[in-house]
């Protein structure tokens, strides 16, 4: 745990660690596993916490102390550190040089020890006051959250935290899932944790959305279509860098990357799918990883790019979903919502499916209109509804081609649990070499699921099946 006070805990470990200045394990111990300090010298030589490292790190701190203990005039209570402790001479014989009986002796060492570790805390001090400024300066870069609290993702939350706090890989991570899952939410979650824990120097967030779904109506936000340029940009402006904007493209990566390259950035790049040209987006954006990291939010699954480490987002458990409800109709103070039993709510599980923008925009209707009318317009993509699966689906209907969406039309004739491949042949009427590539596509883009332990089954979320039978893709 970091130091709170100087007392005699930080004394004792600083002791601890000058006797074993010149081990091989020295960064086992307690005093470089708890300083700021510490990981502050690792993020800023862009190192890994290593043994080696942490050790290498703490003695280079420890020097630094002695010198400054040594500026103090406190020459000889540096000296007499350096003899014993970095030159590893004993007891005997750095009492001797300094003419002094044993028990004098250790009573200067613990004396010296003390004005070292006075020095020490000082430095830790600094480092906790500049990391916390900078942390709170990073923190400002969020977007507004959309949200309180969060259901049912403690598990992908915990893998999102890991993937960031690797330091030895998973440089391009991709949160990627149907829209409405809440991928934006836990990037935001799990950078916020990432940044207060000081993994990151700094935090660019730039998103490639060109609309938003609130109020229950699609918003269009005025911005072209992200290209890998303006990218650039963002990042040298976001790092305080902006002289960069002004190069040609090739020297503007270049500086960019090495910008990435001296210390570990976090870049979030949030709604990649709206983006110019995904792919090439993705392939320019690997060569500025390690340290820094990249985080893409997606509805498009990029499990094709071997080095993308992907993180699957799925709907809510009828427990979460259930739990969301009620806390957003305690937000919005809805009280046919608080009112209800477990047994009223389900139905609205059953046609959301766990999707928490539909659970959102399910709740604040209920307000205004009986619920079976609100969860019918939902199965018919009437009204509101109408605007919301405009906004989750058109982009991805969009793209596809005639063979996926002939064969996403198609799977509702499968039951709800879905089928496999041979189900898919049958229902699709496509031949197989054309079955593969659409099967592709309805999975990159979040919109076919893939489950079971012995064979491959496929199905769709329901809130995709209500979308296929409504008129916005049957007119």
Known sequence: MPYETLDGQLIADLHQALRRYRADDLGETTLARSLSLVQARLQAGAKSDTLFHRSAALREILL???????????????????????????????????????????????????????????????????????????????????????????????????????????????????????????????????????????????????????????????????????????????????????????????????????????????????????????????????????????????????????????????????????YHGAERGIDQILQATDETLLPIQDVTAGNPLAIKLVVGLVERRPLANVLAALQKATGEAREFYTFIYRYSWDKLSKAGQALLLNMPHLPPGGGDWDDLLAVSGLPEPDLSPAVDELIGLSLLNVGGPDEHRYSIHPLTRHFILSELVQS
Not at 97 to 113: C, H, I, M, R, W
Not at 119 to 126: D, G, P, R, S, Y
Not at 273 to 300: C, F, G, I
Request: some cysteine; hydrophobic content about 45%; aromatic content about 6%.
């Open 64 to 326: 630094e102390c002695l010198n400054a203990l040594r500026e103090q005039n406190k020459a000889d209570a540096s000296r007499l550190l350096m003899e014993r402790f970095v030159k590893g001479e004993t007891a005997k014989k750095v009492a001797y040089e300094f003419g002094l009986p044993d028990s004098t002796f250790y009573n200067k060492q613990s004396e010296a020890v003390s004005m070292l570790a006075a020095i020490l805390w000082q430095m830790e001090q600094t480092e906790v006051e500049r990391a916390n400024t900078q942390a709170q300066l990073a923190l400002r870069k969020l977007p507004a959250s959309t949200y309180t609290r969060l259901f049912g993702v403690a598990d992908v939350l915990n893998r999102l935290a890991g993937a960031l706090a690797d330091a030895d890989g998973r440089w391009l991570i991709t949160l990627d899932g149907l829209g409405g899952v809440g991928k934006t939410a836990l990037a935001r979650e799990a950078t916020k944790q990432t940044l207060i824990a000081g993994r990151f120097n700094d935090l660019v967030w730039e998103t490639a959305q060109r609309e938003r779904f609130a109020w229950s109506s699609r918003q269009p936000i005025a911005r072209p279509a992200l290209t890998f340029e303006m990218l650039l940009d963002a990042i040298a402006v976001q790092l305080n860098h902006a002289d960069i904007r002004r190069q040609p493209l090739d020297r503007k990566k270049a500086d960019i990357r090495f910008l990435l390259c001296e210390a570990p950035y976090l870049i979030v790049l949030d709604n990649l799918e709206t983006a110019d040209d995904v792919q090439p987006m993705v392939d320019e954006l690997w060569p500025l990883t390690n340290p820094s990291k990249v985080l893409l939010t997606s509805r498009e699954r990029l499990t094709r790019y071997e080095q993308n480490h992907s993180i699957h987002v799925t709907a809510l458990d009828a427990n979460a979903a259930i739990a969301l409800m009620r």
